[in-house]
């Protein structure tokens, strides 16, 4: 019986991934789905008339069509150890439409090369799915009674409830081979099951399809806080999700999340993984910093306050310079990506480099008095202007988490530019980061302006492929180390890139990368 990981999977493939809510982008133009493979079969004979279909909505209680199965599952399976079979998604699916015997003869016999569709539509769930050529699936059904005049069957009640708080125990469903589309169906009735045929030209425009409204979705989670979640696009690697506010539930969010991710400087070459939004508590963590920087003068003597009295003064006028835009990646190997927003991104840089600066001038000092680490910071670059510090015999110092961004003779460096398209400051911690910063500062020059992105809440790319991630997460250790393998990873892909925004109604996402290769045979 399929595992937890099996029935998550299983869940979002039924009722998985989406149409696009009012306002969306023009579908693309309908694919073909059908499977290229083996000889077109022979027409089946009219039979008896089937009844007339249910009136279908374009934004039902639930629905979802997903054109090749088997492909969605192989993208999972490329990222994520232990992706359950296309047979064992099938046996789940199944198990909610009919009992368990039933369902395990039945599973070997779904397609993953052809669509899966599914609606909930006049009070009942149709479900239709592809089936192998031959006789086994005929053969499985053949015992159970007839219901009309046309092929179908009546069915004891299924194995798993699927609507387990609409206080209505799960009743007998109907099932139909049908000839014509090689399909077996799943509904309540009659009607029900000639509606299957509707499915494709209905919701197929898209090859990834999935909407669920918050009356159905309470049948099955009575908390579900949403008037709808709907998705829709190519694949998983091509989508637009919404997340539909419900009429006096307003959205949840979170206090550390704020719109004004610096999405442009994600846009860039050698970025393994990256996540950048803004944080709205950045205001109130300055004037604390500054605060505890001014309390330790106080607490100095009086010669220290005469030295760190102007080091702490410009710390501060850089501290406000940073209006809570934030980065953090990583790629190269080794190296550390930090963006700091500013809205003056020119000024910011030039009171960080005054700040470190006298940060080193005063190390320098200290160390005629103190065993302190000796310190270098000077202009390295120009066209964009890139300052480097470098701090000598700190690898004693450092936790292990940060040892592989030191470089070979221990030193911490630290290469620093600014991009006035970018919205801020960029930072680069590795072995060589000097050529780092400047191809980062290039790219993202050219870039998407930061202008453009005072709208998306969370950014994140990713660019290292699946044969890495997939060796990061099938040993998970502690966390230390996870961040530390994150470090080693290397950009050897295209990008996928996620972007989320909150709109006025709605919570709106796009993922837009490539689609992997699968290991699975």
Same mark, same amino acid.
Request: net charge positive; hydrophobic share 45%.
């Given at each position: 019986?399929?595992?937890?990981?099996?029935? #998550?999977? /299983?869940? %979002? $493939?039924?009722?998985?991934? &989406?149409?696009?809510?009012? *306002?969306?982008?023009?579908? =693309? @133009?309908?694919?073909?789905?059908?499977?290229?493979?083996?000889?077109?079969?022979?027409?089946?004979?009219?039979?008896?008339?089937?009844?007339?279909?249910?009136?279908?909505?374009?934004?039902?209680?639930?629905?979802?069509?997903?054109?090749?199965?088997?492909?969605?599952?192989?993208?999972?399976?490329?990222?994520?150890?232990?992706?359950?079979?296309?047979?064992?998604?099938?046996?789940?699916?199944?198990?909610?439409?009919?009992?368990?015997?039933?369902?395990?003869?039945?599973?070997?016999?779904?397609?993953?090369?052809?669509?899966?569709?599914?609606?909930?539509?006049?009070?009942?769930?149709?479900?239709?799915?592809?089936?192998?050529?031959?006789? #086994?699936? /005929?053969? %499985? $059904?053949?015992?159970?009674? &007839?219901?009309?005049?046309? *092929?179908?069957?009546?069915? =004891? @009640?299924?194995?798993?409830?699927?609507?387990?708080?609409?206080?209505?125990?799960?009743?007998?469903?109907?099932?139909?081979?049908?000839?014509?589309?090689?399909?077996?169906?799943?509904?309540?009735?009659?009607?029900?099951?000639?509606?299957?045929?509707?499915?494709?030209?209905?919701?197929?425009?898209?090859?990834?399809?999935?909407?669920?409204?918050?009356?159905?979705?309470?049948?099955?989670?009575?908390?579900?806080?949403?008037?709808?979640?709907?998705?829709?696009?190519?694949?998983?690697?091509?989508?637009?999700?919404?997340?539909?506010?419900?009429?006096?539930?307003?959205?949840?969010?979170?206090?550390?999340?704020?719109?004004?991710?610096?999405?442009?400087?994600?846009?860039?070459?050698?970025?393994?993984?990256?996540?950048?939004?803004?944080?709205?508590?950045?205001?109130? @963590?300055?004037?604390?910093?500054?605060?505890?920087?001014?309390?330790?003068?106080?607490?100095?003597?009086?010669?220290?306050?005469?030295?760190?009295?102007?080091?702490?003064?410009?710390?501060?006028?850089?501290?406000?310079?940073?209006?809570?835009?934030?980065?953090?990646?990583?790629?190269?190997?080794?190296?550390?990506?930090?963006?700091?927003?500013?809205?003056?991104?020119?000024?910011?840089?030039?009171?960080?480099?005054?700040?470190?600066?006298?940060?080193?001038?005063?190390?320098?000092?200290?160390?005629?008095?103190?065993?302190?680490?000796?310190?270098?910071?000077?202009?390295?670059?120009?066209?964009?202007?890139?300052?480097?510090?470098?701090?000598?015999?700190?690898?004693?110092?450092?936790?292990?988490?940060?040892?592989?961004?030191?470089?070979?003779?221990?030193?911490?460096?630290?290469?620093?530019?600014?991009?006035?398209?970018?919205?801020?400051?960029?930072?680069?911690?590795?072995?060589?980061?000097?050529?780092?910063?400047?191809?980062?500062?290039?790219?993202?020059?050219?870039?998407?302006?930061?202008?453009?992105?005072?709208?998306?809440?969370?950014?994140?790319?990713?660019?290292?492929?699946?044969?890495?991630?997939?060796?990061?997460?099938?040993?998970?250790?502690?966390?230390?180390?996870?961040?530390?393998?994150?470090?080693?990873?290397?950009?050897?892909?295209?990008?996928?890139?996620?972007?989320?925004?909150?709109?006025?109604?709605?919570?709106?996402?796009?993922?837009?990368?490539?689609?992997?290769?699968?290991?699975?045979?």
């Amino acid at each position: 019986m399929p595992g937890p990981r099996h029935v #998550a999977l /299983a869940a %979002a $493939l039924v009722t998985a991934t &989406a149409l696009a809510a009012p *306002g969306c982008k023009k579908a =693309p @133009a309908r694919v073909t789905t059908s499977s290229p493979a083996g000889p077109p079969r022979a027409r089946t004979p009219a039979g008896p008339p089937l009844p007339a279909p249910h009136q279908l909505s374009q934004m039902p209680d639930a629905g979802a069509f997903i054109a090749r199965p088997a492909e969605i599952l192989a993208g999972i399976d490329a990222y994520v150890p232990e992706t359950p079979s296309l047979a064992a998604v099938a046996e789940f699916t199944l198990r909610t439409q009919v009992p368990v015997e039933l369902a395990d003869k039945l599973a070997p016999q779904v397609a993953g090369d052809r669509p899966w569709a599914g609606v909930h539509v006049a009070g009942e769930d149709i479900i239709a799915l592809p089936v192998r050529p031959g006789s #086994a699936v /005929a053969d %499985a $059904l053949r015992n159970f009674p &007839a219901s009309g005049d046309f *092929g179908a069957v009546e069915l =004891p @009640a299924p194995t798993i409830d699927s609507t387990p708080h609409d206080q209505k125990p799960p009743g007998p469903r109907l099932a139909w081979l049908d000839g014509q589309t090689n399909n077996l169906v799943f509904a309540d009735t009659l009607q029900g099951l000639a509606t299957s045929r509707e499915l494709p030209s209905t919701y197929g425009s898209r090859p990834v399809w999935f909407t669920l409204g918050d009356t159905r979705a309470r049948a099955v989670s009575p908390d579900f806080p949403y008037a709808r979640v709907a998705a829709a696009g190519q694949s998983l690697h091509s989508l637009d999700v919404h997340v539909l506010e419900a009429p006096g539930k307003p959205l949840p969010s979170s206090p550390d999340l704020g719109a004004g991710a610096l999405t442009g400087m994600l846009k860039v070459p050698e970025l393994a993984v990256g996540v950048s939004t803004r944080w709205p508590g950045h205001k109130k @963590a300055v004037a604390e910093a500054i605060k505890q920087m001014n309390a330790g003068v106080d607490r100095a003597g009086f010669a220290a306050k005469l030295m760190l009295d102007p080091l702490v003064d410009q710390a501060a006028r850089a501290l406000r310079r940073w209006n809570g835009r934030v980065l953090l990646g990583s790629g190269p190997a080794q190296h550390l990506r930090i963006g700091l927003g500013a809205d003056d991104p020119a000024a910011g840089f030039r009171d960080l480099v005054g700040c470190l600066r006298t940060l080193v001038d005063n190390l320098s000092l200290a160390r005629m008095f103190a065993d302190v680490p000796g310190a270098s910071f000077k202009k390295a670059g120009d066209s964009p202007t890139v300052y480097l510090l470098t701090v000598d015999g700190v690898a004693r110092h450092v936790p292990s988490v940060g040892k592989s961004l030191l470089d070979d003779k221990g030193r911490l460096r630290v290469a620093i530019a600014a991009n006035e398209r970018a919205g801020g400051l960029l930072v680069v911690i590795g072995p060589e980061p000097i050529p780092v910063v400047q191809r980062w500062a290039k790219a993202a020059a050219e870039g998407e302006p930061a202008k453009e992105s005072t709208g998306d809440i969370l950014a994140a790319v990713l660019g290292a492929g699946p044969e890495q991630l997939r060796t990061l997460l099938a040993n998970p250790t502690s966390q230390s180390a996870l961040v530390t393998s994150a470090l080693k990873l290397e950009a050897d892909r295209p990008p996928t890139l996620m972007v989320l925004q909150r709109k006025p109604d709605r919570y709106f996402a796009t993922v837009r990368g490539p689609e992997p290769e699968s290991p699975r045979k």
